[in-house]
């Protein structure tokens, strides 16, 4: 049972070129999350997906797009990459949207550490 | 809108002794859920204590049980009987049932010592 797989691990961009994070979860899960993390900080909220065909912004939407191409896909676009862009991102999916199954854990993918130079 | 504060950057304990990890609230939903998340230094997120808004016994989960004041609008995890392990930052997070919209606080990093 793979939970949710994201891609890549690590990256390296230069200021200005564009990448795509792609997560999957198989856990038929409805909502999605797109989380980043900076050094010794907190998880912050990119955008976030509660059902197949709908995205919302998040707390630090500013410089992401997101798709969320089918219920185990929510793939996040930097379109032009900047240093302050350089974190690490998290994908998550939870059940929390069927109304039951709140006393459960966000699942986690591994984290894409992403570098800006 | 939805606002999580974590007032403690660092907090240390010794070995076998409680210690009260804070966390306040802001929302405006009439619904959520409050979630405490543990990382340690490899970086995964570990999952510890679910409380309900609308919960009126505070949560446990083992050594965790989770201080739910709601009209203070505050959280806080009691970890009791600390151990070497728990070393690591602890997350405190609130879910809005209306939306889904899931957000964390920036954190509390624990150190227990011997």
């Known amino acids: 049972n793979a939970g949710v797989t994201q891609t890549p691990k690590f990256q390296v961009l230069k200021t200005g070129q564009s990448m795509t994070l792609q997560c999957a979860q198989d856990m038929n899960h409805n909502s999605m999350y797109w989380y980043r993390q900076d050094p010794g900080m907190g998880l912050r909220l990119i955008y976030y997906?509660?059902?197949?065909?709908?995205?919302d912004k998040g707390e630090v939407p500013n410089g992401y797009n997101v798709s969320r191409l089918n219920k185990r896909e929510f793939s996040l676009r930097l379109e032009s990459a900047a240093p302050s862009q350089t974190s690490v991102y998290f994908c998550a999916s939870s059940d929390y949207s069927t109304g039951s199954g709140y006393n459960s854990p966000l699942h986690f993918g591994n984290g894409t550490r992403l570098t800006v130079t | 809108a939805q606002k999580i504060t974590q007032t403690q950057p660092g907090m240390f304990v010794q070995e076998k002794e409680a210690v009260t990890l804070d966390c306040t609230y802001d929302t405006s939903d009439q619904s959520y859920g409050l979630f405490w998340y543990k990382q340690p230094s490899s970086g995964e997120m570990i999952f510890l204590i679910y409380q309900g808004s609308y919960d009126e016994q505070n949560a446990t989960e083992g050594r965790y049980s989770l201080n739910f004041q709601k009209a203070r609008k505050s959280a806080n995890l009691v970890i009791s009987a600390s151990q070497l392990g728990d070393s690591a930052m602890y997350f405190c997070?609130?879910?809005?049932?209306?939306?889904?919209?899931?957000?964390f606080g920036t954190g509390t990093r624990l150190q227990v010592f011997p």
């Open positions: 997070a609130i879910l809005s049932y209306n939306t889904d919209k899931l957000i």
């Open positions: 997906s509660a059902s197949e065909g709908t995205t």
